[in-house]
């Protein structure tokens, strides 16, 4: 009675979309490396000349570095900050939706919005920030004109942006952390740090595994910030993979150029998250 | 004592969430020459910047634009996603295993790799410039697919079978029978992908290139970027608030469904 | 009940495939005695475009040109870009800047002018010889007409400069500096110079070197050309010295260093007292100026040691037939009218912008327009001593290492003037090797 190809019909879509969208790009890009090709002139094959040059490509490589340097101050940040907003928010607190909302604030507004603010809050003349620093004594921080100061201020936005979803990504860890335990380290006279290290940490420890990855993936398509807060500058320092990539593509047109950084990337960022899920999973 | 210091350091971080939101606010109703000094509240109201912004870029239709690409993507992806789901939790047949693994397997890819052949793609299907160029590659989610799956795993078999003695097709089944005890599954998928599509730039930025179809975003990132601010920062400020309003109006009503649904969405992953 | 459902099924694919199918645009030029022509969508060369296509088709029976200003995008040349893609380009296309003519040439999707008629002649009498050389590709054709320009200068406050007791603007490097050290100011006593006396943008995007870099290597070398036979010719004492003297200006805080574009306009609120900048400023300036704001042009800076009158950059904007075009002859004729004397001047009237030909000052037709606007006679001075861009495909990828070089030596003083434009000449030597 059961129309045998009615599952099939109910998939088709996906396997449309899959070949159209999926696989004939993988493997159109996968062609493309081996060419050069600006889109107006014919392909022309040029062997392994794109593999040769992304490795003496000092840019692309400072652009995986930069993205390191983005995602080794990023993590740490949002963990430490996320896990102390929500060790707070768990406590018995009046308002605490009104508080929860407002750390999620940033997270549901467009990237652009934040950008553009945080343009005008570093700002190193008029900037909100230099001001505050100079009204209270200090000098003026380069936030976006130090080569050195750069990345991190943008790696600090974003924590700003992103920190309100994984404070409630803790507060649902935090959650599961069963009451008897502390009941039984109030006992045993255990200090409010002690029971912080001892339990909570080791009990929440997948939700920072996913934090991790999470943010991870999310720092490797770092592009929007740096696009339009510096361009990728001061000296680069800004540029990310993806950042370079879009520009290789759409300023240049360098279609099998760019075609081999994604690849190669791709290749980065599935071996970092392979490594990662295989550290949970041990765990 | 202790819950004294707790308010004192939640005040603070608060306000350093929500504060540069009311000052963008308040420099866009600014006179233009006070915005660099401001701090919070400007001397006059003018609302200068947005009608120099409405005359500058077509902000309107970009809202425009932005609300049927988003929709048309959330559509897309409710709709196909739940029969996907639906025939892999749910259905028989052979290849189900390798079309559940294929799934996964996309979920890991990362975009990079596809970014630049599916702009040829897009250019070779004459999409360039058009609502297809930024529809068609988002109108599967395999992570809405999974949602779905999980989600209709935990319906009882009973309710569709019963619904199939009673003569129901599987598109009836799907839309009439899950739909309607699947209300938290599609909320939250609903708003992911209508957030993401939202909010997504690069894609826009490589297919789009006619004005009257740019999105939201798009537009505003543009004009941040290009000289048609005419080093006004005023319009600048009031194109970022066009930008934000809705989704924080949207978030505003509904919070928590924002909230529990961005949440599930990292959960799951 | 099943049935209709499966039904539905197939429609949704049925859908689906349709919308694949039905997504291509169609690529219709349209008939062989209607031309399209699209222009810049600048509201001035829209509303120039509109009133020539008018007195065309009024005069013309036989020809028909539809205008249409080119779609409002990102910018002109990935709209260009992507109408050859898809190959959807216009017969005539009015705003092609001359450093991406090469490039479409090469790829063959123009037509080459020098074949038609007439246009050698018509060449010859509208611009100098310097123009014509700078258009002709590298295989000796010429694909596009010298259309029109707006040279790069140096805008200057005339109050700022008065206060700082200078009756003229600087002219060498030396007054620039002096200049430079007399403006520089902490205005709030914060311990930070907050006025400076001039402005570039510091991105290092590789078109902005237009504005700062380019037009004075070409003011310092007499116009020298930055390739030339496949080769870098840059790396020469002239270009030493301009990447000398900026970097000066930003080590001594005359420049700032950060993107006072992501501010409000600097020049215009009175933070910088200078700027480079073309007759388009103009506009923006007197629409946007404060009250008893006043201002003029003058010449790029220059080498201390020359004395000659400088040359600049000039942002030419070019008019090409794409090959998609059925009667290249015909299309040509409209151009040479859209071309003649009373129609740049109208050109000139609309827009303010220069026509790219050499007899500006002398003709006495153009003299009415010049008196009233007298800041665009000194442009038109200017338009004698005058380069645009170097004929090859890799124009852009050559800004961008020069820009690269230009951002670690003059903005970040990491570099010296010698090993930066020895490092890009290097680099850019390596472009065209294959």
């Known amino acids: ?283 | 004592m202790k819950k004294a210091i707790f308010y004192i350091v939640l005040v603070i971080a608060a306000l350093l969430f929500i504060y540069p939101f009311i000052w963008m606010i308040a420099a866009s109703i600014a006179p233009e020459n006070e915005i660099g000094t401001l701090t919070l509240l400007p001397s006059g109201f003018s609302l200068d910047s947005y009608f120099q912004m409405f005359d500058k870029i077509p902000i309107g239709r970009a809202f425009v634009n932005s609300m049927i690409v988003a929709s048309s993507i959330t559509l897309g992806v409710l709709v196909l996603g739940s029969m996907v789901g639906y025939a892999l939790s749910k259905l028989e047949f052979k290849g189900r295993d390798l079309i559940f693994y294929i799934i996964i397997f996309t979920m890991t890819l990362p975009f990079q790799i596809t970014l630049i052949p599916q702009y040829l793609l897009i250019v070779k299907l004459g999409w360039v410039d058009s609502y297809m160029g930024l529809i068609m590659p988002y109108l599967m989610n395999a992570l809405g697919i999974i949602m779905f799956r999980q989600y209709f795993k935990t319906i009882p078999q009973d309710l569709i079978d019963a619904a199939r003695l009673d003569g129901c097709g599987e598109l009836k089944i799907i839309f009439r029978i899950l739909w309607p005890n699947s209300i938290p599954a599609l909320v939250t998928i609903g708003i992911i992908t209508f957030m993401a599509s939202w909010n997504e730039v690069l894609w826009p930025l490589i297919v789009i290139r006619d004005e009257a179809l740019m999105t939201m975003p798009q537009l505003v990132t543009l004009f941040a970027v290009g000289g048609r601010a005419d080093s006004q920062l005023g319009v600048k400020l009031a194109a970022a608030v066009m930008l934000a309003l809705p989704i924080i109006i949207a978030y505003l009503f509904f919070q928590k469904y924002f909230i529990q649904s961005m949440a599930s969405s990292g959960i799951k992953e | 009940m099943k049935k209709l459902y499966s039904k539905n099924i197939s429609f949704v694919i049925l859908v689906l495939a349709m919308t694949f199918l039905f997504g291509c645009q169609d690529s219709d030029n349209g008939k062989e005695n209607e031309f399209i022509y699209w222009s810049s969508n600048n509201s001035n060369e829209i509303d120039y475009a509109r009133q020539i296509v008018k007195k065309w088709n009024d005069s013309h029976a036989d020809y028909f040109v539809k205008h249409q200003p080119v779609p409002e995008g990102q910018s002109s040349e990935e709209v260009i870009l992507a109408s050859v893609v898809g190959g959807t380009t216009p017969d005539i296309y009015s705003n092609m800047w001359e450093g991406d003519v090469e490039a479409y040439a090469q790829a063959g999707v123009l037509i080459p002018l020098d074949t038609l008629a007439g246009f050698m002649e018509f060449l010859y009498a509208r611009c100098d010889s310097s123009a014509i050389e700078e258009v002709r590709s590298q295989n000796g054709h010429i694909y596009q007409i010298p259309w029109k320009i707006n040279p790069i200068m140096l805008i200057y406050n005339k109050n700022h400069l008065a206060a700082i007791n200078l009756d003229s603007p600087p002219r060498t490097y030396s007054e620039f500096m002096e200049a430079g050290k007399r403006f520089k100011k902490d205005l709030d006593g914060d311990g930070y110079i907050d006025q400076w006396f001039g402005y570039s943008e510091v991105l290092v995007t590789w078109w902005q070197r237009f504005f700062d870099f380019y037009p004075l290597y070409l003011a310092a070398s007499g116009g020298a050309p930055l390739i030339k036979d496949n080769k870098a010719n840059f790396n020469n004492k002239y270009a030493v010295e301009v990447f000398r003297f900026l970097r000066e200006l930003y080590r001594n805080n005359y420049f700032p260093r950060e993107r006072l574009s992501a501010r409000q306009d600097p020049f215009l609120s009175g933070v910088i007292a200078i700027r480079f900048t073309g007759p388009w400023e103009i506009a923006h300036a007197e629409q946007y100026k404060p009250e008893g704001f006043e201002y003029d042009f003058t010449s790029m800076p220059v080498p201390d040691s020359s004395d000659s009158i400088p040359y600049t950059y000039c942002d030419p904007k070019n008019t090409v037939i794409f090959n998609t075009c059925k009667n290249p002859q015909a299309a040509w004729e409209f151009l040479k009218y859209s071309m003649t004397e009373e129609n740049d001047l109208l050109f000139l009237e609309v827009t303010n912008q220069l026509p790219r030909r050499s007899d500006l000052l002398e003709n006495v037709n153009f003299d009415s327009y010049f008196e009233r606007n007298p800041m665009m006679r000194t442009f038109a001075k200017q338009a004698k001593h005058v380069r645009g861009t170097d004929q090859t495909p890799v124009l852009k990828e050559v800004f961008d290492l020069i820009s690269q070089e230009y951002e670690a030596c003059v903005i970040y003083d990491r570099k010296s003037p010698e090993q930066a434009i020895e490092d890009a000449a290097k680099a850019v030597n390596l472009l065209f090797l294959d």
């Open chain 1, 1 to 283: 009675m059961k129309n045998k190809l009615t599952p099939y019909l109910l998939v088709s879509p996906y396997i449309i979309h899959f070949i159209l969208f999926v696989a004939f790009p993988v493997t159109f890009s996968i062609v493309l490396t081996f060419h050069k090709w600006n889109i107006i002139s014919p392909m022309e094959y040029t062997g392994l000349t794109n593999y040769i040059r992304l490795f003496s490509d000092a840019t692309f490589w400072k652009s995986l570095g930069n993205t390191l340097v983005f995602l080794v101050i990023h993590i740490p940040l949002q963990i430490i900050v996320a896990l102390l907003i929500a060790e707070i928010l768990n406590q018995n607190l009046k308002f605490r939706g009104f508080f929860r909302a407002a750390f999620f604030l940033p997270v549901v507004v467009s990237g652009v919005v934040v950008t553009i603010l945080w343009q005008q809050l570093y700002g190193f003349d008029v900037g909100l920030l230099n001001r505050l620093l100079v009204k209270i004594g200090l000098s003026k921080i380069g936030w976006l004109t130090d080569p050195d100061i750069a990345m991190p201020s943008i790696a600090i936005m974003a924590t700003w942006k992103n920190v309100g979803l994984y404070v409630i990504l803790f507060l649902v860890g935090l959650q599961t952390v069963p009451s008897h335990f502390y009941e039984a380290a109030d006992l045993e006279g255990a200090t409010r740090w002690q029971k912080f290290f001892k339990i909570t940490i080791p009990m929440i420890n997948p939700t920072i595994f996913m934090v991790v990855i999470l943010s991870t993936i999310g720092g490797f398509s770092l592009f929007i910030e740096p696009y339009v807060m510096t361009g990728g500058g001061p000296l680069n320092s800004t540029i990310s993979a993806v950042l370079y990539i879009y520009k290789q593509g759409f300023f240049y047109y360098h279609m099998g150029y760019a075609s081999t950084l994604g690849i190669f990337f791709a290749g980065i960022i599935l071996l970092v998250v392979v490594i990662q899920k295989k550290f949970v999973e041990r765990d």
